[in-house]
């Protein structure tokens, strides 16, 4: 299975999610992934959040990406 990596850099964070938080902001975003049937991995680093999901759902991820503002 192909798996594509999305990273968002913790500096462009909509204020509707707290920047402060990123271990708690890549939780609420792996939550939305998944109520939206995607199976990705959220996690914080230093600078981003880095999202790991299927190639396959890439376009449905997008979607809730979008819905979250953050993309």
């Not at 299975?1 to 850099?9: F, L, Q, S």
């Not at 920047?19 to 939550?31: K, L, Q, W």
């Not at 890439?58 to 809730?64: G, I, R, T």
């Amino acid at each position: 299975m192909a798996t594509t990596t999305v990273r968002i850099d913790i500096g462009t964070l909509p204020d509707h999610l707290d920047r402060s938080r990123p271990s708690v902001v890549a939780e609420v975003v792996e939550a939305a992934l998944r109520e939206g049937g995607i199976k990705a991995d959220c996690s914080d680093l230093f600078s981003h959040i880095k999202i790991d999901l299927p190639t396959a759902q890439l376009a449905a991820a997008s979607a809730v990406l979008v819905d979250l503002q953050l993309i």
